[in-house]
């Protein structure tokens, strides 16, 4: 295998194709690569029995069909999964699959640590290590659904992901947007757009340009704070991009609202911090102001050592709910999934399954 090897987990259905075709195969080969590595999500050529022994040597020879490696699996107590995986230049990839009653979910990361330095999550601490790859994203989906429903076995419908992992997508736009693309495909994970949600910390040009992307996911923002002066402190994003202009980016990319559709704003709950009902009035301020087709979801913190919040009390969190309602502020709490095992919102930071488990990458 080259330096150069091409990974086909990331290509287009004609793609794949046009690279079957450079390879002197006729154009049907490529559908069957895509259908391979997609629809039935085979990770080896030899796996890929309906192709040709001497053409499978040939593409184990110029391209590879996956990346990742899966370094551990946690489960944890209800049932949530997260795979701490490597790149194949040795950055950590965390994904998580959220079981529910009526359709899955596959949280997955769009970067190798972030940039973005929210104080209350721990992958800022990594730092930014990279941006992944779009056959990278679509790897990690594949691997989490290949562990839930096994090898070959049909995509369920409905499933859903989320661009909520690791990194901020928006600083992997073309990655991103290259996957969502490639997964939408129905000879393949037939996982379309408005099955996916991406949340971002609130980079302002991308919001726009979401909004002119025809097939485009559905949209969350993170807010955290419902001023400039407790955002900045929380969220230093908001010092390059403030709340009057993420709002009116949100006012803007309104227009691409589907009939039903609303916003998601996310507000993480830490005690203390921005959880008094005072801090309920004011967002529910910013966003009537605003005028938006919103809803609120209130994220009770999850702790993990070193950050230095608490998550807010149930009443508390009650109590905020309450005053957004009354605001008439659409409002629901989430509840954390997989905090045992550091799979929740936040918390994903190459971690082991247990506090004092080694870190597979070091924390500074
Ligand atoms: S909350 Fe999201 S955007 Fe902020 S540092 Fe963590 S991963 Fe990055």
Redesign the pocket.
């Known amino acids: 295998m080259t330096e150069e090897a091409v990974h086909l987990t990331g290509l287009s259905r004609e793609e794949l194709e046009r690279f079957a075709e450079g390879m002197g195969e006729p154009a049907y080969r490529g559908r069957q690569i895509f259908s391979a590595v997609q629809r039935r999500r085979l990770r080896s050529f030899d796996e890929m029995t309906d192709l040709p022994k001497a053409f499978r040597e040939r593409l184990a020879a110029e391209a590879v069909a996956s990346t990742l490696t899966v370094e551990s699996r946690y489960v944890a107590a209800d049932g949530t999964r997260r795979y701490l995986m490597k790149t194949s230049d040795g950055m950590p990839v965390e994904t998580v699959f959220i079981p529910e009653e009526r359709r899955d979910t596959v949280c997955f990361s769009s970067q190798s640590g972030?940039?973005?330095?929210?104080d209350?999550?721990?992958?800022?601490k990594l730092g930014l290590l990279r941006s992944l790859t779009a056959g990278e994203i679509v790897e990690q989906i594949v691997i989490a659904l290949n562990d839930a429903y096994g090898v070959g076995a049909k995509t369920p419908r409905g499933t859903n992901l989320v661009a909520?992992?690791?990194?901020?997508p928006f600083l992997a736009f073309d990655s991103l947007m290259k996957a969502l693309g490639v997964m939408a495909d129905r000879e393949g994970l037939f996982i379309v757009p408005n099955r996916v949600t991406v949340?971002?910390?609130g980079v302002v040009p991308k919001i726009k340009e979401l909004a002119t992307i025809p097939e485009r996911p559905h949209l969350a923002i993170?807010l955290a704070a419902p001023n400039d002066e407790l955002r900045d402190r929380l969220?230093p994003?908001n010092k390059r991009w403030p709340l009057h202009e993420l709002l009116a980016a949100c006012k803007e990319f309104e227009a691409s609202l589907r009939p039903g559709e609303r916003f998601t704003f996310e507000y993480v709950m830490l005690d203390g911090v921005n959880d008094s009902d005072e801090h309920a009035r004011q967002l529910a301020r910013l966003l009537n102001r605003h005028h938006l087709r919103a809803k609120v979801n209130l994220i009770p913190h999850n702790p993990a050592d070193p950050l230095p919040y608490r998550p807010s009390t149930e009443e508390r969190v009650e109590s905020f709910k309450a005053v957004l309602e009354a605001k008439g502020v659409h409002a629901f709490v989430r509840r954390p999934r997989g905090r045992d095992i550091f799979a929740a919102?936040?918390q994903?930071a190459a971690r082991g399954g247990e506090p004092n488990r080694p870190a597979l990458y070091q924390i500074s």
């Open positions: 972030c940039p973005l330095q929210c209350f999550c721990l992958t800022a909520m992992g690791a990194g901020e949340s971002t910390a993170s969220m994003i919102c936040g994903l």
